[in-house]
């Protein structure tokens, strides 16, 4: 059972969420609301709005959305949605050879070879000019990082139409920025197998409103790099 199932349990209990036809409509549900109803939990993981909130992964959601096929997302500053569905992309397995890429620069990097990080990755497949080799897109610099926050855009799942999204915080591990495009990573760890429509999705449309710029998503597992 996830950390925070009890937690949500009772908010289902209190907001009457077990009685809502998921079939005719998402459920809207504000920070306050899982704040008042939490708020004799002694745990700050069972409390915490943000962490009961943070379900990254299919495996991270509590039983209750297991059990109903339910996720979660962020539509605006406090504000959340319930969903029906599948709101998670499946991150599929490797399965072609990997290729050897030979930097582009013409000295070693040898500060890429210290630690093992996500971030580290990233910095040496930029530096190199793996990302613009793969592209075929030698104006590609590196321009988007840190929280931003997303313009008013709406959309559609398989049940629902024109869900509404608002300055809702979002992240990309890195952004660049070419002519005409923009590119966008998201970096995991070898473990990952599934993430949460939103951290691939409201960037893409936030760049693309900002830009009018074509936005190619790139997923990056670690696993497949190594100098």
């Given at each position: ?13 209190d907001l009457k969420i077990d009685k809502h036809d998921f079939n005719k409509s998402p459920f809207n549900i ?138 809702v915080q979002t992240e990309v591990d890195s952004g660049f920025e070419g002519k005409d495009k923009i590119v ?44």
């Amino acid at each position: 059972m996830s950390k925070n199932s009890e937690s949500w349990e009772k908010i289902f209990r209190d907001l009457k969420i077990d009685k809502h036809d998921f079939n005719k409509s998402p459920f809207n549900i504000s920070a306050e609301q899982i704040k008042f109803c939490v708020k004799n939990f002694a745990k700050t993981s069972q409390k915490e709005v943000r962490i009961l909130c943070k379900q990254d992964s299919k495996e991270e959601r509590p039983q209750v959305f297991i059990d109903n096929n339910l996720f979660i997302l962020p539509v605006k500053n406090g504000g959340y949605t319930i969903c029906k569905g599948d709101g998670y992309i499946d991150i599929p397995d490797i399965q072609t050879q990997s290729i050897s890429y030979k930097s582009k620069l013409d000295f070693e990097l040898k500060s890429a070879k210290v630690g093992d990080s996500e971030m580290q990755h990233l910095d040496f497949a930029y530096a190199s000019s793996l990302i613009r080799t793969f592209l075929n897109d030698e104006s590609l610099v590196l321009s988007i990082r840190g929280r931003k926050y997303t313009p008013e855009f709406s959309f559609n799942t398989n049940i629902y139409n024109n869900i509404l999204v608002k300055s809702v915080q979002t992240e990309v591990d890195s952004g660049f920025e070419g002519k005409d495009k923009i590119v966008l990573i998201e970096a995991k760890n070898s473990q990952t197998k599934n993430v949460i429509i939103r951290q691939l999705y409201y960037p893409m449309r936030q760049w693309h409103i900002h830009t009018q710029k074509e936005v190619i998503t790139l997923f990056l597992k670690n696993e497949a790099m190594n100098f």
